[in-house]
């Protein structure tokens, strides 16, 4: 018989990024959660893994995490990172840094992507240059939280 769920770990430097449920102590995030599915931000494009899939690890780029939890869509903004789907069923992701679009200050994160794109377009050094690779993670990254904000 098929499963029907599998357990997505969302993990960052500073422990579990998974979003709590109502009610539940927002110091403590929940280790794992089962899910039917869930769609992350690939390389190559968005992908998506549903249960029983084929064990991989592939690179997430920033961009916008969603699963089902119980009766609520959710969404996670994420940064650069890992995801592995384990042989016993498991998703885990591995990511720099990942916000529930809950937490989102759009108006705080519109303005500071006005700013870096605005820094980005006068940038005229190398492709390679660690200013403009700074800038551009931090374009991406903000792009990713604004994505996970809109409903």
Do not use: C, Y
């Not at 770990?9 to 959660?33: C, D, I, M, Q």
């Not at 006005?114 to 374009?139: C, N, T, W, Y």
Request: glycine letters at 8%; proline letters at 6%; charged letters at 30%.
């Amino acid at each position: 018989m098929a499963a029907s769920s599998i357990a997505l770990e969302l993990l960052t430097p500073l422990g579990s990024a998974l979003p709590n449920r109502e009610g539940e102590e927002r110091k403590k995030r929940r280790a794992s959660v089962d899910v039917p599915g869930v769609d992350a931000p690939g390389l190559k494009g968005e992908l998506g893994v549903l249960p029983d899939h084929v064990p991989f690890i592939t690179p997430v780029i920033p961009g916008v995490v969603r699963f089902r939890d119980g009766a609520l869509d959710r969404r996670v903004a994420v940064g650069a990172g890992f995801l592995e789907v384990t042989d016993d069923g498991r998703v885990v992701i591995l990511t720099e840094r990942a916000l529930d679009a809950g937490e989102v200050d759009v108006a705080a994160a519109t303005a500071e992507l006005k700013d870096v794109s605005a820094k980005l377009s006068k940038e005229a050094g190398p492709i390679d240059a660690a200013d403009f690779r700074k800038l551009s993670d931090q374009q991406a990254w903000l792009e990713a939280q604004l994505r996970a904000a809109q409903a």
